[in-house]
Each structure stands twice: as C-alpha cells, then as structure tokens.
C-alpha cells in the first residue's frame, strides 16, 4: 500500500519556506518540489509563468518529463497547462489515455509516459494570471479526491511567494540598475571633466542614438572600464 503524504506537514513547510527571502529562481524551485510532496499521487511538477507578450515558459521543474509534456502543451497549444493560462482555475484530466478534450496532445503525452494531470492557475488579486503549477502522473490513472482542493489550497500560497518573490526580483534589478548608472555617470564626469547633470545628459542621447536601453549603455562602459 503507498503511503500517503503528510499533507499537513507538507504545507506547514511551503508556508514556512516559500516567504522565505532568496533569488526568484530559488523560490520558484522550492514551489515545486514542495507541491510535490504536498500533492498526493504525481511525481513531477513544473511551474510555467507568462511573459508580458503573453509567451510561456518552464521556469521551474522537478525533472525532464517536465520540460517534455511543458513543450508539448506550448507547441500545440491545448492541454491541461494551457487551459489554466486562458483563465480556468482547476482543470483535472484522470486516466488522461481516455480523454477526448486534447486530440493532439493525449497521444504524445501518453507515449511520455502520463497517466493522469492536474493544472491549477497561479492568481494575485491585483495582477490576474500569472501562471499556473502543473502535476503530472507517472504512477496512477487515478487523482486523489484530495488532490484538487489541496493544490488549489497550495496554488494561493505559492502566489503569493511567487508574487512577493517577483516584486523582490525586480527591486534587485532596479537598485543594480541605478548603482550602475550612477557608477557610469562617474566615469563620464572623470573622463570628460563634466557635471553630473552632463554626464546623465550624455548617457540619454548614447540610448536614443544608439536605441539601446539606458542601462546597457551604462553597463557597457563600467564593464569596459573593468576589463582596462
């Protein structure tokens, strides 16, 4: 008989290590592996986010089925994932080999070796869809009948960590941002014996010039300046 997970316990961890602060990619990862063993009954999960021009991406894993069933869904375009991109909360697909609904997907994901899928949409209030985790079956035909309440249950906390992990990220982006335009800004008033408000002037026009973002540009010249 197959032991069942300790759903308590399991969530009891995402809510403990998921808020915890680290680098997006490693929260993203700690999302994963924690749904996998919160979820009873699937034995790979991914989470797929949607970049601002609406494109797809695998942005975390527990394994290469993954990435295969992922790409399968992206490339065809239906699928449990998709249907949770396009705005459905929760979508179920047990003894997957039987299902009518993604004629072009079943069969080569049956021949990936699935069996059963759920898809559960990642939602911020304020923000819409954002994602989705996606948990995929190896092992059974069958979905637990807890399975959908505890992943919906789960989904609404790794919102948030992803949500909070993103405004971090960002953050980290723009700091990094404005202390290497202020580092480039530095080189250009040494260089050139001008003011900061000319050196800023100057790094405006390299970008319109050029129509290359304004921190590339200031990038470029302290990695020169570096690499001198």
């Known amino acids: 008989m197959t032991r069942r997970p300790d759903v308590a316990a399991s969530l009891t961890t995402a ?15 700690v999302i994963v592996e924690v749904a996998r063993d919160s979820v009873p009954g699937f034995d ?19 394994g290469s089925l993954v990435d295969a069933l992922d790409d399968l869904q992206y490339g065809l375009g239906e699928g449990p994932c998709v249907e949770t991109l396009r705005g459905a909360d929760v979508v179920t697909a047990p003894h997957i080999r039987h ?3 993604w004629p072009r997907y079943i069969p080569q994901a049956v021949r990936e070796g699935l069996r059963s899928q759920l898809a ?7 923000q819409g869809t954002v994602g989705g985790i996606n948990f995929y ?5 069958a979905i637990d009948p807890e399975a959908e309440s505890i992943a919906d249950l ?3 906390h790794a ?10 990220d960002d953050l980290n982006k723009a700091l990094h941002t404005r202390k290497v335009i202020g580092q480039a800004i530095g080189i250009l008033m040494e260089r050139y014996s001008i003011g900061e408000d000319a050196a800023f002037a100057f790094l405006i026009r390299a970008s319109s010039h050029g129509n290359i973002k304004l921190r590339d540009i200031a990038q470029e010249l302290v990695d020169g300046v570096n690499r001198a």
């Open 154 to 156: 789960f989904a609404a």
């Open 15 to 29: 809510a403990r290590t998921m808020h915890q602060p680290r680098p997006l990619p490693e929260t993203l990862q």
């Open 120 to 126: 559960v949409r990642l939602f911020l209030d304020d």
């Open 137 to 141: 079956s190896t092992v059974s035909d």
């Open 99 to 101: 299902d009518q609904r």
């Open 159 to 168: 919102a948030i960590g992803l949500g909070t992990a993103r405004e971090r």
């Open 44 to 62: 790979a999960v991914g989470i797929t986010t949607v970049d601002r021009h609406g494109k797809a991406h695998t942005r975390a894993k527990t």
